[in-house]
Protein backbone atom coordinates (compact mmCIF):
# COMPACT_ATOMS: atom_id res chain seq x y z
CA UNK A 1 0.00 0.00 0.00
CA UNK A 2 1.78 3.29 -1.01
CA UNK A 3 1.40 6.37 0.43
CA UNK A 4 1.31 9.72 -1.24
CA UNK A 5 2.91 12.02 1.10
CA UNK A 6 2.22 15.36 -0.92
CA UNK A 7 -1.22 16.04 -2.04
CA UNK A 8 -3.72 18.96 -2.14
CA UNK A 9 -7.08 16.89 -2.31
CA UNK A 10 -8.65 19.92 -1.11
CA UNK A 11 -8.30 22.13 -4.39
CA UNK A 12 -11.48 23.16 -5.60
CA UNK A 13 -10.90 20.94 -8.70
CA UNK A 14 -11.91 18.21 -7.16
CA UNK A 15 -14.86 19.42 -5.62
CA UNK A 16 -16.84 17.22 -8.31
CA UNK A 17 -15.01 13.67 -7.52
CA UNK A 18 -12.96 13.99 -4.65
CA UNK A 19 -14.32 10.83 -2.79
CA UNK A 20 -14.41 8.93 -6.34
CA UNK A 21 -10.75 10.29 -6.92
CA UNK A 22 -9.71 8.86 -3.45
CA UNK A 23 -11.46 5.89 -4.06
CA UNK A 24 -9.40 5.51 -7.56
CA UNK A 25 -6.07 6.00 -5.60
CA UNK A 26 -7.21 3.02 -3.26
CA UNK A 27 -8.12 0.90 -5.47
CA UNK A 28 -4.76 1.33 -7.67
CA UNK A 29 -3.14 0.78 -4.35
CA UNK A 30 -2.26 4.22 -3.01
CA UNK A 31 -3.86 4.06 0.82
CA UNK A 32 -2.79 6.78 2.43
CA UNK A 33 -2.29 10.63 1.94
CA UNK A 34 -0.97 13.79 3.21
CA UNK A 35 -2.67 16.16 2.69
CA UNK A 36 -0.87 20.04 2.86
CA UNK A 37 -2.23 23.61 2.95
CA UNK A 38 -0.49 26.46 1.97
CA UNK A 39 -2.13 29.25 3.88
CA UNK A 40 -4.32 29.66 6.81
CA UNK A 41 -7.52 28.73 4.40
CA UNK A 42 -5.93 25.50 2.94
CA UNK A 43 -4.39 24.26 5.73
CA UNK A 44 -7.85 24.53 7.79
CA UNK A 45 -9.66 22.52 4.82
CA UNK A 46 -6.77 20.13 4.84
CA UNK A 47 -7.36 19.69 8.55
CA UNK A 48 -10.79 18.95 7.76
CA UNK A 49 -10.20 16.54 4.74
CA UNK A 50 -7.82 14.26 7.76
CA UNK A 51 -10.79 14.78 10.66
CA UNK A 52 -13.19 13.02 8.03
CA UNK A 53 -11.12 9.90 7.14
CA UNK A 54 -9.18 7.57 8.85
CA UNK A 55 -6.51 7.60 6.02
CA UNK A 56 -5.40 11.21 5.44
CA UNK A 57 -3.35 13.43 7.83
CA UNK A 58 -2.56 17.44 7.15
CA UNK A 59 0.37 19.75 6.95
CA UNK A 60 0.26 23.22 7.15
CA UNK A 61 1.91 26.33 6.38
CA UNK A 62 2.54 29.20 4.39
CA UNK A 63 3.73 28.81 0.36
CA UNK A 64 6.72 31.09 -0.60
CA UNK A 65 4.24 32.49 -3.24
CA UNK A 66 1.48 33.18 -0.54
CA UNK A 67 4.15 34.67 1.80
CA UNK A 68 3.72 38.26 0.72
CA UNK A 69 -0.40 37.56 2.01
CA UNK A 70 0.26 36.68 5.19
CA UNK A 71 -0.51 38.63 8.55
CA UNK A 72 0.29 38.50 11.81
CA UNK A 73 -2.74 36.85 12.65
CA UNK A 74 -2.15 33.75 10.70
CA UNK A 75 1.10 32.81 12.55
CA UNK A 76 -0.67 32.51 15.78
CA UNK A 77 -3.35 30.33 14.27
CA UNK A 78 -1.11 27.95 12.58
CA UNK A 79 0.97 27.77 15.86
CA UNK A 80 -2.16 26.72 17.40
CA UNK A 81 -3.20 24.32 14.40
CA UNK A 82 -0.06 22.31 15.02
CA UNK A 83 -1.59 20.93 18.12
CA UNK A 84 -4.38 18.87 16.67
CA UNK A 85 -3.44 15.00 16.75
CA UNK A 86 -3.88 14.94 13.23
CA UNK A 87 -1.23 17.99 12.01
CA UNK A 88 1.44 15.98 11.21
CA UNK A 89 4.11 18.12 9.15
CA UNK A 90 4.72 22.07 9.11
CA UNK A 91 4.32 23.28 5.52
CA UNK A 92 4.72 23.47 2.59
CA UNK A 93 7.48 26.01 3.41
CA UNK A 94 10.16 27.51 1.42
CA UNK A 95 11.60 29.49 -1.28
CA UNK A 96 10.51 29.81 -4.83
CA UNK A 97 13.21 32.15 -6.76
CA UNK A 98 11.54 30.89 -9.88
CA UNK A 99 8.10 32.71 -9.70
CA UNK A 100 8.58 35.56 -7.26
CA UNK A 101 5.07 36.06 -6.78
CA UNK A 102 6.74 37.72 -3.07
CA UNK A 103 9.54 39.54 -2.48
CA UNK A 104 12.10 37.74 -1.44
CA UNK A 105 13.17 39.42 1.65
CA UNK A 106 9.50 38.69 3.02
CA UNK A 107 9.57 34.80 1.75
CA UNK A 108 13.07 34.60 3.98
CA UNK A 109 11.63 35.60 6.85
CA UNK A 110 8.29 33.50 6.76
CA UNK A 111 10.20 30.63 6.07
CA UNK A 112 12.59 31.50 8.96
CA UNK A 113 9.59 31.75 11.42
CA UNK A 114 8.68 28.59 10.05
CA UNK A 115 11.67 26.28 10.84
CA UNK A 116 11.75 27.61 13.75
CA UNK A 117 7.74 26.72 14.72
CA UNK A 118 9.11 23.26 13.32
CA UNK A 119 11.37 22.75 16.26
CA UNK A 120 9.29 24.69 18.62
CA UNK A 121 6.72 22.03 17.85
CA UNK A 122 9.13 19.17 17.14
CA UNK A 123 7.29 18.38 13.76
CA UNK A 124 8.77 17.64 10.61
CA UNK A 125 9.36 20.44 7.88
CA UNK A 126 7.77 19.55 4.05
CA UNK A 127 9.86 22.06 2.31
CA UNK A 128 9.13 23.90 -1.24
CA UNK A 129 12.20 24.77 -3.35
CA UNK A 130 12.40 25.99 -6.51
CA UNK A 131 15.44 27.35 -8.15
CA UNK A 132 16.22 28.23 -4.71
CA UNK A 133 18.73 24.78 -3.45
CA UNK A 134 21.36 26.98 -2.38
CA UNK A 135 19.65 29.89 -0.17
CA UNK A 136 17.12 27.00 1.66
CA UNK A 137 20.53 24.92 2.18
CA UNK A 138 22.38 28.43 3.83
CA UNK A 139 19.08 29.30 5.94
CA UNK A 140 18.89 25.62 7.17
CA UNK A 141 22.44 24.98 8.02
CA UNK A 142 22.44 28.58 9.52
CA UNK A 143 19.62 28.11 11.88
CA UNK A 144 20.51 24.78 12.90
CA UNK A 145 23.60 23.40 11.57
CA UNK A 146 23.09 19.64 13.15
CA UNK A 147 20.14 19.07 11.30
CA UNK A 148 16.00 18.14 11.10
CA UNK A 149 13.50 15.96 10.11
CA UNK A 150 11.73 16.96 7.25
CA UNK A 151 11.41 16.41 3.26
CA UNK A 152 12.16 17.87 0.11
CA UNK A 153 9.41 17.62 -1.25
CA UNK A 154 9.25 17.10 -5.50
CA UNK A 155 12.93 17.13 -5.82
CA UNK A 156 14.04 18.27 -9.02
CA UNK A 157 17.46 19.17 -9.04
CA UNK A 158 20.83 16.70 -9.44
CA UNK A 159 22.37 14.66 -7.10
CA UNK A 160 25.19 16.94 -5.82
CA UNK A 161 22.31 18.94 -4.04
CA UNK A 162 20.20 16.22 -3.09
CA UNK A 163 23.11 14.86 -0.74
CA UNK A 164 23.46 18.40 0.78
CA UNK A 165 19.89 18.21 2.06
CA UNK A 166 20.65 13.70 3.07
CA UNK A 167 23.74 15.38 5.02
CA UNK A 168 21.01 17.52 6.61
CA UNK A 169 18.91 14.93 7.31
CA UNK A 170 15.95 15.37 5.26
CA UNK A 171 13.85 12.58 3.33
CA UNK A 172 13.88 13.19 -0.32
CA UNK A 173 10.40 12.86 -2.40
CA UNK A 174 9.86 12.32 -6.19
CA UNK A 175 6.89 13.47 -7.69
CA UNK A 176 5.58 12.88 -11.66
CA UNK A 177 8.39 14.65 -13.01
CA UNK A 178 10.71 11.43 -12.11
CA UNK A 179 8.95 10.06 -15.32
CA UNK A 180 9.04 12.63 -18.17
CA UNK A 181 11.39 12.19 -20.81
CA UNK A 182 14.25 14.63 -20.39
CA UNK A 183 14.69 14.25 -16.67
CA UNK A 184 17.81 11.71 -17.01
CA UNK A 185 19.61 13.88 -13.88
CA UNK A 186 16.27 13.64 -11.72
CA UNK A 187 16.48 10.08 -12.16
CA UNK A 188 20.17 9.80 -11.60
CA UNK A 189 19.94 11.34 -8.39
CA UNK A 190 16.93 9.06 -7.19
CA UNK A 191 18.88 5.99 -7.86
CA UNK A 192 21.74 7.41 -5.83
CA UNK A 193 19.09 7.74 -2.72
CA UNK A 194 19.64 6.30 0.00
CA UNK A 195 16.63 3.74 -0.19
CA UNK A 196 15.30 4.44 3.47
CA UNK A 197 15.03 8.39 2.50
CA UNK A 198 13.27 7.82 -0.41
CA UNK A 199 9.09 9.38 -0.37
CA UNK A 200 6.57 9.14 -3.63
CA UNK A 201 4.10 11.96 -3.83
CA UNK A 202 1.80 13.72 -6.26
CA UNK A 203 1.56 17.16 -5.96
CA UNK A 204 -2.09 16.58 -7.30
CA UNK A 205 -3.58 18.69 -8.39
CA UNK A 206 -0.37 19.25 -10.45
CA UNK A 207 2.60 17.63 -12.06
CA UNK A 208 0.88 14.78 -13.48
CA UNK A 209 3.29 11.74 -14.61
CA UNK A 210 3.85 11.07 -18.01
CA UNK A 211 1.39 9.35 -19.71
CA UNK A 212 -1.21 11.68 -18.56
CA UNK A 213 0.55 15.18 -18.83
CA UNK A 214 -1.65 17.74 -19.31
CA UNK A 215 -4.29 16.31 -17.13
CA UNK A 216 -5.84 16.93 -13.36
CA UNK A 217 -3.32 14.82 -11.48
CA UNK A 218 -4.73 12.44 -8.85
CA UNK A 219 -3.05 10.11 -6.44
CA UNK A 220 -3.65 6.92 -8.26
CA UNK A 221 -1.30 8.30 -11.06
CA UNK A 222 1.55 7.59 -8.43
CA UNK A 223 1.74 4.10 -9.39
CA UNK A 224 3.80 5.67 -12.86
CA UNK A 225 6.19 7.27 -10.97
CA UNK A 226 6.70 4.21 -8.50
CA UNK A 227 7.28 2.04 -11.66
CA UNK A 228 9.80 4.21 -12.38
CA UNK A 229 11.81 4.21 -9.13
CA UNK A 230 11.06 0.72 -8.36
CA UNK A 231 13.46 0.09 -11.74
CA UNK A 232 15.97 2.65 -10.78
CA UNK A 233 16.52 0.43 -7.02
CA UNK A 234 15.82 -2.50 -8.50
CA UNK A 235 12.67 -3.55 -6.29
CA UNK A 236 9.11 -4.59 -7.65
CA UNK A 237 6.68 -2.89 -7.05
CA UNK A 238 5.06 -4.37 -3.79
CA UNK A 239 9.12 -4.11 -1.84
CA UNK A 240 8.65 -0.10 -2.88
CA UNK A 241 5.49 0.62 -1.53
CA UNK A 242 6.64 -1.62 1.96
CA UNK A 243 9.79 0.68 1.76
CA UNK A 244 8.53 4.09 0.99
CA UNK A 245 5.40 3.44 3.19
CA UNK A 246 7.79 2.66 5.96
CA UNK A 247 9.55 6.03 5.64
CA UNK A 248 7.17 8.02 5.41
CA UNK A 249 5.17 7.01 8.72
CA UNK A 250 8.75 6.89 10.10
CA UNK A 251 9.23 10.52 9.56
CA UNK A 252 5.61 11.83 10.24
CA UNK A 253 5.47 9.90 13.52
CA UNK A 254 2.34 7.51 12.50
Not at 66 to 77: G, I, L, N, P, Q
Not at 87 to 93: F, H, L, Q, W
Not at 135 to 157: N, W
Not at 237 to 247: H, I, K, M, Q, R
Request: charged content about 20%.
Amino acid sequence: MFFDTHAHLHYGNFDPDREEMIQRAEAAGVSYFLNVGTDLVSTRASLQLAETHANIWAAGGIHPNDAAKAVETDFSALEELMGHPRMVAVGEVGLDFYREHSPLSIQRDVFRRFIDLALRVSKPLVIHCRDAYGAVEEMLKTIQPDGYRGVMHCFSSDQADMQKFLDLGFHISFAGPLSYKKNEGLRAACAACPKDRLLLETDAPFLPPQTVRGQRNESAYMLETAAVMAGLHGLTLSELAGLTTANARQLFGL
